[in-house]
């Protein structure tokens, strides 16, 4: 089965700073889904990356696959605290396998004022 | 985005009664439908696919007969889980996936949970 391995685990920033999550699986990466959650909640759609070097912005959010499709980066610049939570890679299996995902274990982020 | 909605947002209920929560794409249609569990601060685990018109495919290790899954329509799934028990206490989110114009994406539900008494 495709593994995700998330760094780091959590991550505590102050406000405007940047930082930088990763995701790297055991196996090629056919998409690769990026949510962000609050604790108890639903999950956000955020990004979806499926080409080698792909590389897509939102606000102040983004994120990048590698060549190899075997690593991506959620990037988020000038954080605030409105990015506080969650976030979670989705690995989609391939299309065999109906577009079932394989989650992380997350990342906690928080941003102190 | 994509909207899904989950219903109830969260049940309390007595061991040996079953809960039936549902998945409503509210603005798209969505031939397939996953549920997930996920427990205190753990990810999201896939549980089963929902497909519209046919039977469900189950994860290894989820029972069928405890979590039954029906896909009737193209913007709704309902998860039912039987004879509930303390361990089935957790927070589910069903997710629906929108392929159409070029798009293939998931969208989330914004969860269920279940707790188990």
């Known amino acids: 089965s495709q593994e995700l391995e998330q760094s780091p685990q959590s991550l505590i920033v102050q406000e405007g700073k940047n930082l930088t999550i990763n995701c790297t699986s055991s196996?090629?990466?056919?998409?690769l889904y990026w949510y962000k959650q609050k604790y108890g909640e639903g999950l956000i759609f955020l990004m979806m990356?499926?080409?080698?070097?792909e590389e897509k912005s939102h606000e102040k959010i983004t994120a990048k696959l590698d060549e190899k499709k075997q690593q991506s980066s959620l990037h988020i610049t000038a954080s605030q605290p409105s990015h506080a939570g969650i976030y979670l890679c989705g690995a989609d299996r391939g299309g065999g396998s109906n577009y079932k995902l394989t989650f992380g274990k997350g990342t906690l982020l928080t941003v102190n004022p | 985005g994509a909207v899904v909605s989950q219903h109830p947002s969260r049940v309390i209920c007595k061991s040996g009664t079953s809960v039936k929560i549902e998945c409503r794409s509210l603005d798209f249609q969505a031939t397939t439908m996953f549920w997930y569990r996920q427990f205190p601060k753990q990810s999201l685990m896939l549980m089963a696919t929902s497909n519209e018109g046919s039977k469900a495919t189950y994860e290894q290790g989820v029972e069928k007969d405890k979590f039954l899954i029906n896909h009737a329509s193209l913007t709704l799934s309902t998860l039912t889980v039987t004879s509930a028990h303390p361990e089935d206490s957790s927070f589910y989110i069903c997710?629906?996936?929108?392929?159409?114009?070029?798009?293939?994406?998931?969208?989330f539900g914004p969860g269920t949970r279940l707790t188990v008494l």
């Open positions: 196996k090629t990466l056919y998409g």
């Open positions: 997710s629906a996936r929108l392929l159409a114009g070029g798009r293939n994406e998931q969208f």
């Open positions: 990356l499926q080409k080698g070097g």
